[in-house]
């Protein structure tokens, strides 16, 4: 009944600053009661009659209110009651609700260095990837083909350094033909081969000849661009036939009368004798270039070099490490030197297993797997996929991207995680004049009802337990 008549006596207040104040934001107490009574007579005092009292409605039901709250002590139940409230609850939870802020600006602090981190790691994965291809990653697509361009040159310079083999072919043919005997098959004949020529093509491989023409597949960089047919023929004269005689042939303005003595006479070659009869048949052998099967078009697989080539690179591969593994066995035996048996079983070796050591092996070694090292990288993995398709360029691009857009993706949680903490600190500065604001007036309060219960008892002082911070 008070709560609902001071609302319906607040609708109607004179304008002043010290009213406003006690009105905004605040529990309307007995107390805050008594202050506006006060305010009222300095501002209600034209209402006041000959008898001492006043007309103002507004005066009356604030007067009416204060005597509510002093029957039966109503208005010390209620501070009473609000004092409680405040220590026990309202104190409690904004102090709750800042501290929730201060730790939810721990743990976003926390995630926010989490995924920069985070994002730094996988834009180092995206650049060690990319440092993997030898490429810088600023258009990975582009970057590639390039590679793959460049690949040709890179094998030739692989196969070239085959060259270096030579003392190693030799010491391993040696042993061979010492432990086995001699044997029907060659020994790393492709290794040999590229000795001798090189990165050829496979049909050269095969074959024992050069080809002709050389058909090699589409490449990976061609394959969105192909060349289109001109679709306007070349005119060559108003009627078309210009230039060509009634067969078809191409007219070089000169008579076969003319070109018989400018061919013979004139270039002074001597005539060929054809015979008495002219009309004779003449039979003309064609002689096919090339081995068995060749028909000197090296095209398909034939037409890629014996390092490009699937099949043939991985011979080459099986023979530097059937090199190497011969290598590593040697080494082996060389260093038992305690090994009595081992070291008579060579006496009668040739002179070229005799007269190695441990070091040269070690140098021979190394060539060799460099060279299983240049082929077998992941770089050179790769460039081997996209050259056999090229759709894998696409796949590798974005796989590689990939890393990027999650590098993205947790910079973009990283900017999340500084507005929210952002946010929990604005709501922290909003909370904590609130707490000030309530532990101030919960002091206030306190001593106003230590002070009204003191004069209950002749003034006496009276303290109420309990610590408000």
Known sequence: MIREKINNAIQDMPENEEIKQLLSGSYIHYFHCLRIIEILRRTEASTKNIFGGYSSQRMKDWQEI??????????????????????????????????????????????ELDYINNAAGAREKFFTSCKQFGITGKDVRQELLSLCRDLPSGLDGIADGTSNLTDTLELYEACVEFVCGRVSEPVVPLLKYAQLRGNTTVYEWRTGQAPLVVERPISPENTETQPKEPEDAIDWGDDGTAGTDQSGGIDWGISVEESDEVSCQELGADVID????????????????????????????????????????????????????????????????????????????????????????????????????????????????????????????????????????????????????????????????????????????????????????????????????
């Not at 501070?79 to 201060?102: A, F, T, W």
């Not at 140098?363 to 790769?382: E, I, P, Y």
């Not at 947790?410 to 922290?428: A, F, N, P, T, W």
Request: net charge neutral.
């Open 274 to 469: 054809w015979g008495d009869n002219t009309s004779a048949a003449v039979e003309i052998e064609v002689v096919e270039s090339g081995a068995e099967g060749g028909d000197g078009v090296a095209k398909g697989n034939d037409a890629l070099t014996i390092l490009e080539n699937t099949e043939t690179r991985n011979q080459f591969i099986n023979e530097l490490m059937e090199l190497q593994v011969f290598l590593t066995q040697r080494l082996i035996e060389m260093r038992e030197e305690a090994d009595i048996l081992s070291m008579n079983q060579f006496q009668t070796a040739p002179t070229i297993v005799q007269v190695q050591d441990v070091g040269k092996v070690v140098a021979m070694a190394a060539v060799v797997g460099d060279l299983v090292q240049r082929l077998t990288n992941v770089k050179m993995r790769h460039l081997f996929m996209i050259h056999a398709s090229p759709r894998y360029v696409d796949r590798v691009t974005d796989l590689l991207q990939q890393k990027l857009k999650q590098a993205d993706a947790v910079g973009e949680k990283q900017h999340l995680m500084v507005q929210k903490q952002q946010r929990s600190l604005e709501e922290q500065a909003a909370l904590e004049p609130k707490l000030d604001l309530l532990i101030q007036r919960t002091k206030e309060l306190r001593k106003l009802i230590e002070a009204d219960i003191s004069k209950r008892y002749q003034n006496r002082r009276v303290n109420l337990m309990g610590v408000v911070v």
């Open 66 to 111: 204060v005597s509510l709250y002093e029957k039966d002590n109503v208005y010390l139940v209620e501070l009473s009651s609000l004092l409680v409230r405040n220590v026990n609850y309202e104190i409690p939870s904004l102090r709750k609700q800042i501290s929730k802020c201060q730790q939810l600006q721990q743990e976003y602090s926390r995630k």
